[in-house]
């Protein structure tokens, strides 16, 4: 089983940051496993925000949030982070740790990732 525990969401001010942290865990957690982050705003289908592999050499990123956040992992504390710069208001949703039982990824679509948490608030006022 792998767990995974999203932290760091909250209300902002369009223009502030946040910096969400997804800490993995369980037995069969692999630090060779893609991670991603990804979002759902309401009435909306689940998109893909951003992804990296397991080194951390190769990352993804939707082209909305390109230039704005960064994805990053530390291995040797199971986390991946997703520090969101200059949030717009259309980045309010619900903000997902993913893991895939792969050290990467064919097109970083949510439907190619294994494990899920449970998801943090981010929203952010105009």
């Known amino acids: 089983q792998v767990q995974l525990v999203e932290s760091g969401g909250g209300l902002v001010q369009a223009g502030g940051s946040l910096r969400l942290s997804c800490a993995a865990s369980?037995?069969?957690?692999?630090?060779?496993?893609?991670m991603g982050w990804f979002r759902q705003a309401p009435g909306k289908e689940r998109e893909s925000v951003a992804a990296i592999i397991w080194s951390g050499r190769t990352t993804y990123y939707a082209d909305s949030v390109k230039g704005r956040f960064t994805i990053s992992r530390d291995n040797t504390k199971n986390t991946v982070y997703l520090q969101m710069n200059s949030l717009k208001p259309e980045d309010t949703a619900v903000y997902y740790c993913?893991?895939?039982?792969?050290?990467?990824?064919?097109?970083?679509?949510?439907?190619?990732?294994?494990?899920w948490g449970q998801g943090t608030q981010v929203s952010v006022s105009s």
């Open positions: 369980g037995r069969t957690f692999s630090s060779y496993y893609a």
């Open positions: 993913a893991a895939r039982r792969s050290a990467g990824w064919d097109t970083a679509r949510p439907d190619e990732f294994d494990y």
